[in-house]
């Protein structure tokens, strides 16, 4: 008596196939890093986009020094006040803009654009391990917009102090006070762009991503008062208002508050915005679309 068949029995080759998937290497995180680097400066815009605004950046910086070197008398006001005008010359709130809206934008695009191409489905096909991905992917852009920070400000900061030295009051990176205007200046970038990175992996879509990060980082600030403590902490605790405080070299001349921000607690939203987004955007991939 024949039995039935209960069971089917695999193709020969599909054992050969798993058997090469398990004994495939995996992907070091370097590998992932040289991927994430390649695709970043495959995407034509990045040049033009990066150029630009750095050029937009120093012209700003220019501009404003030369109008206080033609303006200031040398010997008055006070050393203090004159010595913040002077770091705000190198990188004023028109820099400031300029660089949340171009990192925090680009952090959005680079993984909306791909979940727009369907090229992230590939990635994710050929490198199962979606937060070592989201993870090498903020690891390069944080240090293209850190590199095009260091460029960008540097050469800012040495042009337009350099013209402002002409009237003895040109800064030096070596005093705390500027070295802190400068790092804060540096960091604000990649900051922005890994917010904006957050959101893109939240939204998935290119458009909406951008809008949602100048939303966050821009508009955001101007809703919210130091009028009451719950408002102020809750200005604080945003990557702009931290960024304007830790510039804030000295308090003569500005509007008294009763809940001011701390210069500790301005680096403690840098750091908590940048490694939150990363951690947000890590557990959304990891989570989504299994």
């Not at 970038?189 to 949602?212: E, K, M, Q, W, Y």
């Not at 070299?249 to 921000?261: K, S, V």
Request: glycine share 8%; charged share 15%; proline share 5%.
């Amino acid at each position: 008596m024949n039995t039935p068949m209960n069971t089917l029995t695999p193709p020969a080759d599909s054992h050969a196939h798993a058997h090469a998937r398990d004994t495939e290497p995996r992907a070091r995180f370097t590998d992932l890093l040289a991927a994430e680097w390649i695709k970043f400066r495959s995407l034509r815009s990045i040049p033009w986009v990066l150029g630009l605004s750095a050029l937009a950046v120093v012209a700003a910086g220019l501009k404003s020094a030369l109008y206080t070197r033609d303006h200031y008398t040398p010997g008055d006001g006070d050393p203090a006040v004159m010595a913040q005008i002077a770091l705000n010359d190198s990188f004023n709130m028109a820099s400031a803009d300029i660089l949340l809206l171009v990192a925090g934008g680009l952090g959005a695009i680079v993984i909306a654009g791909e979940y727009a191409t369907g090229l992230i489905r590939t990635t994710l096909a050929a490198v199962p391990d979606r937060r070592a991905v989201l993870l090498a992917k903020a690891c390069v852009l944080a240090a293209t917009l850190f590199g095009y920070g260091v460029l960008t400000v540097g050469v800012s900061f040495g042009l337009s102090q350099a013209i402002l030295s002409d009237v003895g009051i040109g800064q030096s990176l070596s005093d705390p006070t500027a070295f802190r205007y400068v790092a804060a200046a540096v960091l604000f970038g990649p900051v922005c762009a890994l917010v904006g990175l957050g959101l893109g992996t939240l939204i998935r879509h290119s458009a909406g991503a951008v809008v949602g990060t100048v939303v966050v980082l821009f508009f955001l600030p101007s809703l919210v008062t130091e009028r009451y403590r719950w408002t102020a902490d809750l200005l604080h605790a945003l990557p702009l208002p931290a960024f304007q405080r830790l510039a804030r070299t000295t308090l003569a001349g500005m509007r008294p508050t009763e809940y001011p921000a701390t210069v500790t607690g301005s680096w403690i939203t840098f750091a908590a915005w940048a490694f939150g987004s990363v951690a947000v955007a890590m557990l959304v991939i990891h989570r989504r679309d299994h």
